[in-house]
């Protein structure tokens, strides 16, 4: 047939795809690919597309297949092993994650078209059919086995069978929890929870708990706002889960709370001492540090710009941003995602 290819491109993988990663790249980028430094493409992944833009610390699993008209992944985007992209255009934002065996595909026109947010994750095994624009918000989650459809026909709509052919809109801060079936034509707002094995067939207004098949709203105003008291408890708890979580990776941590508006942690390695200054309060004392320090912030005035200038890394828990990196900030920031906490790279 005039448009039909093999479902696995097997000539591009025995070529290309078995190379080392730096020759594959030096390979793409005589093609016209753009890649960012420090790109890792697995071992039989191969990309096959006309225009390419990879930025920097970008990770691709091996036996990933992405065939693409227009591939653009942003800063730090991950995307896992034997996930398989076969669509006119993906458009990924930084930090987001693609786990293993993602299949994003099925049938493709001009329009097909998957955009996804930054701090975003797909998890493993979910089918996404993006017939029609998919577009997915910053910091939502899509669980694993979750299938989000554009399309749905298969009987003959010439005898009256119903066909649908419509694009889906996820919002920012959205959960769609394992087994969760989203249908042609939904939009779903901000800050939506989905309840796992729900099947989505109608519009979902912003800030609130859906579930059932079909799905139905619960609970609107949802979450409810915390407290600035409650909010300090819970970020209290979680320095002292994070402590507890290095200890027993048999690093050695001290925590010391030398004034009820700030905690420090004290992180050893084999070198040298690292330093996390957690303020509670704008009042706070904050001393100059070294550069190889952390500072973490939970109120947003215009002095927290100045502080940055002494530390090497810098969270604002205010304003969900950051700037910097240290070896031991970014696994405090990787252990905050625990707990739904991310935030925006300012640099």
């Known amino acids: 047939m005039f448009t039909e290819r093999p479902r696995i491109p097997l000539r591009q993988m025995a070529l290309v795809g078995f190379l080392p990663s730096?020759?594959?790249?030096?390979?793409?980028?005589?093609?016209?690919?753009?890649?960012?430094?420090?790109?890792?493409?697995?071992?039989?992944?191969?990309?096959?597309?006309?225009?390419?833009?990879?930025?920097?610390?970008?990770?691709?699993?091996?036996?990933?297949?992405?065939?693409?008209?227009?591939?653009?992944l942003g800063r730090y985007v991950s995307v896992g092993a034997l996930t398989f992209m076969d669509t006119e255009r993906v458009e990924i934002g930084e930090d987001t994650r693609i786990r293993e065996q993602v299949y994003v595909g099925g049938i493709t026109d001009s329009q097909s078209c998957l955009k996804v947010g930054k701090r975003c994750t797909i998890m493993?095994?979910?089918?996404?059919n993006p017939t029609r624009p998919i577009i997915i918000g910053d910091d939502s989650?899509?669980?694993?086995?979750?299938?989000?459809?554009?399309?749905?026909?298969?009987?003959?709509?010439?005898?009256?069978?119903?066909?649908?052919?419509?694009?889906?809109?996820?919002?920012?801060?959205?959960?769609?929890?394992?087994?969760?079936?989203?249908?042609?034509?939904?939009t779903i707002g901000n800050g939506v929870v989905i309840s796992s094995g729900s099947v989505i067939a109608s519009d979902l207004p912003g800030r609130s708990l859906a579930m059932g098949s079909p799905a139905r709203v619960v609970?609107?105003?949802?979450?409810?706002?915390?407290?600035?008291?409650?909010?300090?408890?819970?970020?209290?708890?979680?320095?002292?889960?994070?402590?507890?979580?290095?200890?027993?990776?048999?690093?050695?941590?001290?925590?010391?709370?030398?004034?009820?508006?700030?905690?420090?942690?004290?992180?050893?390695?084999?070198?040298?001492?690292?330093?996390?200054?957690?303020?509670?309060?704008?009042?706070g004392p904050v001393a100059p540090k070294h550069r190889d320090n952390v500072l973490v912030l939970d109120y947003d005035e215009p002095e927290a710009e100045q502080l940055s200038e002494n530390y090497e890394m810098v969270l604002n828990l205010a304003t969900r941003s950051r700037r910097g990196s240290s070896d031991v900030g970014e696994a405090f920031t990787s252990y905050l995602s625990r707990f739904g906490v991310r935030f925006d790279r300012l640099d």
Not at 124 to 128: A, E, G, K, L, P
């Open 22 to 72: 730096s020759i594959k790249k030096l390979i793409y980028r005589m093609k016209g690919y753009k890649i960012g430094k420090n790109v890792k493409i697995g071992m039989g992944t191969v990309i096959d597309a006309q225009e390419v833009e990879i930025a920097d610390h970008v990770t691709i699993g091996f036996l990933a297949v992405i065939r693409v008209k227009h591939l653009k």
């Open 124 to 128: 493993q095994h979910s089918f996404v």
């Open 141 to 186: 989650g899509v669980g694993g086995d979750c299938l989000i459809f554009t399309h749905g026909s298969w009987l003959s709509q010439l005898d009256g069978y119903p066909v649908k052919f419509a694009p889906v809109t996820i919002g920012n801060n959205v959960w769609l929890p394992w087994r969760v079936f989203v249908m042609p034509g939904v």
């Open 219 to 283: 609970v609107e105003g949802f979450p409810k706002r915390l407290s600035p008291k409650d909010r300090e408890r819970h970020l209290r708890q979680m320095v002292s889960d994070f402590v507890g979580h290095m200890q027993d990776n048999s690093i050695s941590v001290e925590q010391k709370t030398s004034d009820p508006t700030k905690e420090v942690i004290y992180c050893q390695s084999e070198k040298k001492t690292h330093e996390i200054d957690i303020l509670f309060h704008k009042n």
